[in-house]
């Protein structure tokens, strides 16, 4: 009777590589690009360099997957704000979810996009970039959809939609770096409701 065959020893143990990803992305939240190494990442990850390498690539490759969960996942009230009925309500829920994104208790407090590389020497130049990138695309996503609202008449005819999406990205980058040295979830809200008292701003 032959007897089982058993895996090669030295074989790779498999691994999650979801939860990996999330942990990965909840470092690079914490700690930034370039103060997340690779030790911090694969401690984190609970795999070696060799099968990091692997599965996600280099450093680089990680954070702009880490960064696409985070879009996906912890951000994800950007996207569903953009779709409210009104350009008031896109700007309402656009505040509100970054004051809940960044003082969640059981997260890093702050915005992985707006931290991620804000002192990030010239190792993290790719980092800095695709991070830019990232907020430029948010505010033109915003832009479009003033704009839709001032062509339906939701917003005046006056109003400049790049200026309102600028306004409020500024406003919303500004909480979470406020919300990453320690001010609490009340204290930003009132900051996003002072911001909304007067909507559109005068001037837009």
């Known amino acids: 009777m032959k007897s089982e065959r ?14 990996a990803l999330q ?28 099968s990091m390498y692997r599965a996600f690539g280099n450093k ?11 879009t996906e996942g912890p951000a994800s009230y950007f ?12 700007a309402t829920a656009f505040l509100g979810g970054t004051v809940r994104s960044t003082t969640r208790p059981d ?9 991620g590389s804000l ?11 695709t991070l830019t990138a990232w907020r430029e695309e948010g505010t033109a996503h915003l832009q479009d959809r003033f704009q839709r609202a001032v062509d339906e008449g939701d917003l005046p005819t006056g109003a400049d939609p790049g200026s309102l999406a600028r306004y409020l990205m500024t406003v919303a980058n500004g909480i979470a770096v406020q919300a990453a040295g320690g001010t609490a979830h009340d204290d930003l809200q009132l900051v996003a ?7 559109p701003p005068v001037g837009s």
């Open 60 to 70: 680089e490759n990680l954070f702009r997957k880490a960064l696409k969960r985070y």
């Open 119 to 129: 002192a990030a020497g010239e190792s993290g130049r790719h980092a800095r970039d």
């Open 193 to 199: 409701d002072m911001a909304l008292h007067t909507w």
């Open 79 to 90: 996207a569903k704000a953009l779709e409210q009925p009104t350009a008031k309500d896109v």
């Open 23 to 50: 942990r990965a992305m909840l470092v690079f939240w914490a700690q930034g690009y370039e103060g997340a190494s690779l030790d911090d990442l694969t401690a984190a990850m609970g795999i070696t360099r060799t």
């Open 6 to 19: 058993t895996a090669p020893i030295g074989r790779p143990r498999g691994f999650d590589a979801d939860e």
């Open 107 to 115: 997260c890093p407090a702050g915005c992985l996009g707006v931290q």
